[in-house]
């Protein structure tokens, strides 16, 4: 379509036309009509030169942190047999991310290309697309201006908070191995308890190198036999009880998972993630991030819907770690009895507000809810934190621990 230049210049060749009747002047009409056709002329140069052009997007960072930037690279290669004039680029990314991106280039000559980048930063936990990208295209003189769509579309992940913490378990742990008090040590070197890929920091003398030759990939001699510890992480993702996704209380509650979920997984545990609406499903700890960042509010009212799925990963020597608000009432019998059929329990109670920011009344409801489970989980074997929607876990968990997070799996 004409541009406002393109309108201007149309009209100007209208009124010379007009004039150039008046005047009797062929070499004035000849003017006139060559600035009517001009912005046509110029509409269709654009039209065909913009079919070849090509555009890739590349992110620094597939999958960031919360307040990580990343750095957005936009690729733009012309591969039409002519120059193009200026290019407007604007990259739609979610309002969650900030504005659209708005970028210059100059013009690209044939087969040429030309990068332009832009950052962001990600304050929101999520999972974003973004794109598409739209180009506005003019002729050299700017006369026409024409509005190219790319569809093409990139995922950016942001991770949940993930808080350092300390202060596992007091035995020692064993890279893919986890947690065990018995280990059966194979007494030659020709003999081993069964194999497992290479990985980073492994003994090179442990490499079974007729695997190796057989598969084309590196394998490890696994000369213990162990079991692994196992656990069970339930986040509580109910409406009712944490409030709505982006709320303090949700975020808080998605952190303290991720966080507890992230120490587990570092120190070999192997562990399945569980939430209102998902039944437990073992997971590494880049799935339990993958998944708690596009994790969402649920409309369900009954906690013990959730808790019933626990039941097929239940085992008296898991460890169930349970991330809710204070329960009350049935909801806290329920807890309860769902942590009888497990070895170690923790809760992690996330207050549904701040305390510290409702009037006094409403407080005192939440510190007396917060007491009663504290007493009830503590008489049934739970270990119990208590944590504001504004507060740190690391604040909270304990550096030396005397409940442990996992015990000893007999050996094979």
Not at 9 to 21: C, D, K, N, S, T
Not at 234 to 256: N, Y
Not at 353 to 361: K, L, N, Q, S
Not at 385 to 409: E, M
């Amino acid at each position: 379509m004409p541009s406002r230049r393109g309108a201007i210049v149309f009209a100007a060749g209208i009124g010379l036309w007009l004039a150039a009747r008046t005047a009797g002047s062929p070499a004035l009409h000849m003017v006139a009509v060559g600035l009517v056709v001009l912005p046509f002329a110029a509409t269709l140069f654009a039209r065909r030169s913009h079919q070849r052009l090509r555009v890739r997007r590349r992110l620094s960072d597939a999958r960031v942190a919360p307040g990580g930037r990343v750095k957005v690279e936009i690729e733009v290669e012309n591969e039409s047999w002519a120059s193009t004039s200026f290019l407007l680029l604007e990259d739609r990314i979610p309002a969650a991310l900030g504005r659209p991106a708005r970028l210059v280039i100059g013009g690209i000559p044939t087969r040429g290309k030309q990068h332009v980048s832009y950052s962001l930063v990600a304050n929101s936990r999520g999972r974003y697309k973004l794109g598409p990208l739209t180009i506005d295209v003019s002729d050299p003189f700017a006369l026409s201006r024409m509005r190219l769509e790319f569809d093409a579309r990139e995922d950016l992940v942001v991770t949940p908070e993930v808080e350092t913490l300390e202060g596992g378990p007091a035995s020692p742990f064993g890279i893919a191995s986890g947690l065990s008090l018995a280990k059966h040590v194979f007494r030659t070197g020709d003999e081993f308890y069964t194999m497992r890929a290479y990985q980073e920091g492994d003994d090179l003398r442990r490499i079974h190198w007729r695997s190796v030759a057989r598969t084309g990939q590196l394998m490890i001699r696994q000369d213990e036999s162990t079991r692994r510890a196992t656990s069970v992480l339930f986040l509580d993702t109910r409406e009712s009880a944490l409030g709505r996704i982006h709320t303090p209380a949700f975020e808080k509650a998605v952190s303290v998972a991720a966080s507890v979920g992230v120490l587990l997984a570092r120190h070999g545990f192997s562990f399945r993630l569980a939430t209102s609406q998902i039944p437990p499903t073992p997971a590494t700890e880049e799935q339990l991030l993958e998944t708690l960042a596009g994790l969402s509010h649920s409309t369900s009212r009954a906690l013990s819907a959730g808790l019933m799925r626990l039941r097929m990963a239940a085992a008296a020597d898991a460890t169930l770690i349970t991330v809710t608000s204070p329960p009350l009432g049935p909801e806290l019998t329920a807890l309860a009895r769902a942590g009888a059929a497990f070895g170690p329990k923790l809760a992690i109670l996330v207050y549904p507000v701040d305390p510290d920011t409702v009037p006094p009344p409403h407080a005192a409801e939440l510190e007396d809810r917060a007491s009663a489970a504290l007493l009830t989980l503590s008489r049934s074997g739970w270990e119990v934190l208590l944590l504001p929607p504004s507060g740190k876990l690391r604040d909270v968990w304990h550096v030396t621990r005397n409940t442990k997070l996992a015990v000893s799996g007999s050996s094979r």
